[in-house]
């Protein structure tokens, strides 16, 4: 893991609000500590993976196990080359997870590229 915490980039900002966007549980408490969130490291150099921190007075989620935020990455043809995982412990933004079927990218996706599971599947198509 590299070290080193910072603001967010822009990129980073907009993958983030991507996958809080919408009416949840915790959806409102996590959109709170965005404001506040920094880069906290990445996993390796190998992968565009990253530690989130943010203020230790900010809002806790309640989040149900199984609810954390996910969205599909889809080619310019619209086929699913892989996710994003918004990490979240005990209510907190702890990190974003970024995966493709072919391997750990290096880089994240542009957010052009994010599609919810639900409109994913809504088109048709499943994720996996």
Known sequence: MTTGVRDLTTQ????LEFLLAGDWDGASALRAQLASAKHAGSWSAAT???DITVASDAPRATLADDSTPECVVS???GLAVGELFLRVENGVLIGLESSTFEGDPTALPPVEQLVS????EARGCTPF
């Open 75 to 77: 080619s310019e043809g």
């Open 117 to 120: 599971h639900a409109d994913f």
């Open 12 to 15: 980073e900002r907009s993958i």
């Open 48 to 50: 565009a993976s990253f």
